[in-house]
T-cell receptor, first 114, second 114 residues
């Protein structure tokens, strides 16, 4: 069964460093998403991406964040100059269409900023 | 703005019994979709069941069923014959209004007592 895969599963980084979280969406999907879940809190939408550009983003997704689809398979989330409050679980998701289908989630990357 | 509320932070049930998790939502849209996601200790988000707002019939997936009350904006999840593997966080989520993002509730932690 096709699945969304994320690497790494856990990343520890020092405050102020840049991190790149990687995702391989399901191959025939066209819409890609990043969500964040701070420990003990709800899952929050960060950004959606379609046709090589951001289609929607939340207030959380400020200039510190960027997304990219560098090739035909990977979808990355870059966090510049990480802060302690960026520590969270980051989920990548993909869907074949934006509206009438569910998003399939990866297993998540746990980011710890120290 | 869309909001999703889960008023039960924690629920517990005896193995083989039935449990119902509550969810209410608020939207001004007429066309939307509702989901229940399960998050086991591994923290992956797994789709349990989905409901299209335009369908009057409640969705069912094996032991999982929903009670969708559109006028009341209520979307509860019923788990029959609870199993130990059902223990997890359960998130209610909404997709709609032309937005591509899922809006999640705060989650309900379900414990299954053997």
């Amino acid at each position: 069964e096709p699945e969304v895969t994320q690497t790494p599963s856990h990343q520890v980084t020092q405050m102020g460093q840049e991190v790149i979280l990687r995702c391989v969406p399901i191959s025939n999907h066209l819409y890609f998403y990043w969500y964040r879940q701070i420990l003990g809190q709800k899952v929050e939408f960060l950004v959606s991406f379609y046709n090589n550009e951001i289609s929607e983003k939340s207030e959380i997704f400020d200039d510190q964040f960027s997304v990219e689809r560098p090739d035909g398979s990977n979808f990355t989330l870059k966090i510049r100059s990480t802060k302690l409050e960026d520590s969270a679980m980051y989920f990548c998701a993909s869907s074949p269409a934006p509206f009438n289908t569910e998003a399939f989630f990866g297993q998540g990357t746990r980011l710890t900023v120290v | 703005a869309q909001t999703v509320t889960q008023s039960q932070p924690e629920m517990s049930v005896q193995e083989a019994e039935t449990v119902t998790l509550s969810c209410t939502y608020d939207t001004s849209e007429s066309d939307y979709y509702l989901f229940w996601y399960k998050q086991p200790p591994s923290r992956q988000m797994i789709l349990v069941i989905r409901q299209e707002a335009y369908k009057q019939q409640n969705a069912t997936e094996n032991r999982f069923s929903v009670n969708f009350q559109k006028a009341a904006k209520s979307f509860s999840l019923k788990i029959s014959d609870s199993q130990l593997g059902d223990a997890a966080m359960y998130f209610c989520a909404q997709l709609g209004g032309g937005a591509q993002k899922l809006v999640f509730g705060q989650g309900t932690r379900l414990t299954i007592n053997p």
